[in-house]
């Protein structure tokens, strides 16, 4: 049965950090392409950053570039994101997503409709 199970999210101050994780189940994870996206309330839910199978690329939104950073353990099953520099306006549920089948290509990383797995979401709060 395939699971995707994030954790890692919860309240914090403007400017502090935060570290997400999403551990997989149920599929072979060594070769999807991972990433994370974000819904804040009232809004559509947007891509967030990603990272290809081998950990060869990774691709970010710019309203996260040099602040987030997405990375994977395959032996874990375990991908990650990284964020530092939270503004209140990074408040969301963040959901993990899974693309199973082996890519050599980034071009679509960002479209929700690449990933065919997601998580139930974790939520973060940034408080100013």
């Known amino acids: 049965q395939v699971q995707l199970v994030e954790s890692g999210g919860g309240l914090v101050q403007a400017g502090g950090s935060l570290k997400l994780s999403c551990a997989a189940f149920g599929f072979t994870f060594n070769s999807a392409t991972m990433g994370w996206f974000r819904q804040a309330p009232g809004k559509e839910r947007e891509f967030v950053a990603a990272?290809?199978?081998?950990?060869?690329?990774?691709y970010y939104s710019d309203s996260v570039k040099g602040r987030f950073t997405i990375s994977r353990d395959n032996a874990k099953n375990t991908v990650y994101l990284q964020m530092n520099s939270l503004k209140p306006e990074d408040t969301a549920v963040y959901y993990c997503?899974?693309?199973?089948?082996?890519?050599?290509?980034?071009?679509?990383?960002?479209?929700?409709?690449?990933?065919?797995?997601w998580g139930q979401g974790t939520q973060v709060t940034v408080s100013s």
């Open positions: 997503a899974a693309d199973p089948v082996r890519r050599f290509t980034t071009v679509t990383m960002n479209r929700p409709e690449r990933y065919t797995y």
């Open positions: 990272i290809m199978w081998n950990g060869g690329g990774t």
